[in-house]
């Protein structure tokens, strides 16, 4: 099976997860733009949806599906996404996609998050993937030297030439090299940095379940 179809299975399985009449949250990436195309079979079914980013906000419409501003949401039962990686203990790197920031944001409003990702993103140890630090523009060089002295090496994330700005005006620092065994404590130590905006590292609100997409079919891990 190729990638693309473990994304799609994946996608195809979560759709299960979506509760009727209710809102659903949407990550971004790629496996998110599948779990997308299949929302959108079952629009009719579901009240709304709350992005986690421009693009995936741009797809749902495209669709004809209600994107709603999370400001006038209290409640959605479910948030689905996928990630860099993800552990056995369901802790995960996200922000590939350079949405890192508003996808925990919508997630912290989801009662449960449904990481949706194909086998190769399970691993033991996070950190082989890139780290993805959101920071305030003006304070991209302090907070590197910062994460290097935690072990990493950061770099700017970089897109046609320039600095790439996320979605909300902000650059990302990928730290390169890290062995990550206590993500919970990496989450807080790397928030407390000042000028982080947000750490890729989702520990202390992981996932809730993982469908992971495997030649012998779609997994599901509960934690
Ligand atoms: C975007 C993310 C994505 O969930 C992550 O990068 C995985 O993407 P893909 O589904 O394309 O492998 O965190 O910020």
Known sequence: MTQD?????????????????EIVGVGTGSTANFFIDELAK??????????????TAARLRSHGITVLDLNEVTSMPVYIDGADEI??????????????TREKIVASVAE??????????????????PLPVEVIPMSHAVVAR???????????RIKDGQPLLTD???????????????PLAMEAEIN????????????RQGANVCLLGTAEGVKTLQF
């Open 146 to 156: 910062k994460l290097n002295a935690l072990g990493g090496e950061a770099r700017l």
């Open 192 to 203: 407390n940095i000042v000028g982080v905006v947000t750490v890729g590292l989702f520990a």
């Open 87 to 100: 552990t056995p203990q369901g802790a995960m790197i996200k922000g590939g996609g350079a949405a890192l």
């Open 42 to 55: 079952i629009k009719h079914k579901i009240k709304a949806a709350v992005a986690s980013s421009e693009v």
């Open 5 to 21: 179809e473990l994304k799609l299975a994946v996608a195809q399985a979560a759709i299960a997860y979506v509760v009727e009449g």
């Open 112 to 129: 449960k998050f449904i990481c949706i990702a194909d086998g190769s993103k399970l691993v033991d140890v996070l950190g082989k993937f």
């Open 168 to 182: 909300n005006g902000n650059m990302i620092l990928d730290v390169h090299g890290m062995q990550i065994h206590d």
